[in-house]
């Protein structure tokens, strides 16, 4: 541990005391910190979402109505759903591949879409 000089003291003097007050302050909100980040957790839950720190994890398996259900009516890239799903994009791909054209259709621009769901720009056309 260095030598703390007596200008370096007084700095941390005034941070100590200002960081005092401000927990000070936030100790009466804190029960509604609290309360968000249960029912952030509780809403993430439900919906098996996956953490949104940053981490994007090789080993997470996808289920179908995470896919299905972050799709909808629009064309992915397997890169933009990956990250739409905080996955890893080979995961993604081999999803997609695991049910094309059971559940799901590449389309000739390396996007996907859900099998039935066609673009307004093209319905009635044959793939």
Known sequence: MQKVST????????????????????????????????LKRARAALLNERGTTG??????????????????????TPADLAEALS???????????????ERYHKNGDNTWRLLGEEPEDDQGEED
């Open 55 to 76: 981490g994007i994890r090789s080993t997470t398996r996808l289920t179908m109505e995470e896919v299905v259900h972050t799709m909808g009516d629009k064309s992915w």
């Open 87 to 101: 996955v890893d994009v080979n995961t993604v791909r081999s999803h997609l591949n695991r049910y094309k054209d």
């Open 7 to 38: 200008r370096q003291n007084a700095v941390l003097d005034v941070l100590d005391v200002q960081i005092q007050e401000l927990e000070t302050k936030l100790q009466k909100v804190q029960p509604l910190i609290d309360e968000l980040a249960n």
